[in-house]
């Protein structure tokens, strides 16, 4: 059963999903403590939806409230299609800015890996594009 992308039910489907992921456990991110934001630039009456990870858990996904996140990533919802998709990879993605990003990129490069495994999270998550 699929649920609607970008919807309060999906980012929490995403946070047990990441939650629950044995490749993030074993990127060590132990030390990984951040916020980050998602929105679709295409869909500006669609609320952003953010997760906050603490110690490599993620303990808060949901709406966007008054917290300023470490990070942004927003794109198309044609793009967040082929991403999700994995008609792009995340790596390429960045690099093309077909997937726009804001924030620390010392930190988004020192944990790329985790990164990508969390694009693929995102992507695990049957959706509903219809929005």
Same mark, same amino acid.
């Given at each position: 059963?699929?649920?609607?992308?970008?919807?309060?039910?999906?980012?929490?489907?995403?946070?047990?999903? %990441?939650?629950?992921?044995?490749?993030?456990?074993?990127?060590? *991110?132990?030390?990984?403590?951040a916020?980050?934001?998602?929105?679709?630039?295409?869909?500006?009456?669609?609320?952003?939806l953010?997760?906050?990870?603490?110690? /490599?858990?993620?303990?808060?996904?949901?709406?966007?409230?008054?917290?300023?996140?470490?990070?942004?990533?927003?794109t198309? $919802?044609?793009? %967040?299609?082929?991403?999700?998709?994995?008609?792009? #990879?995340?790596?390429?993605?960045? !690099? #093309?800015?077909? *997937?726009?990003?804001? /924030? #620390? !990129? !010392?930190?988004?490069?020192?944990? !790329?890996?985790?990164?990508?495994?969390?694009?693929?999270? $995102? /992507?695990?998550?049957?959706?509903?594009?219809?929005?």
């Open positions: 059963m699929s649920v609607l992308f970008m919807s309060e039910d999906w980012i929490k489907l995403v946070a047990n999903q %990441w939650n629950t992921n044995n490749q993030i456990i074993q990127q060590d *991110l132990r030390n990984f403590t916020s980050w934001e998602y929105y679709i630039e295409d869909r500006p009456n669609l609320p952003h953010m997760m906050v990870c603490e110690k /490599g858990k993620i303990v808060f996904a949901g709406k966007k409230d008054e917290r300023i996140c470490d990070f942004e990533m927003w198309s $919802l044609e793009n %967040w299609k082929k991403i999700l998709n994995k008609e792009i #990879s995340p790596k390429m993605a960045l !690099m #093309s800015r077909k *997937l726009k990003f804001k /924030g #620390s !990129m !010392m930190t988004a490069l020192k944990y !790329m890996k985790a990164f990508e495994i969390h694009l693929n999270i $995102l /992507g695990e998550i049957e959706a509903d594009f219809n929005i």
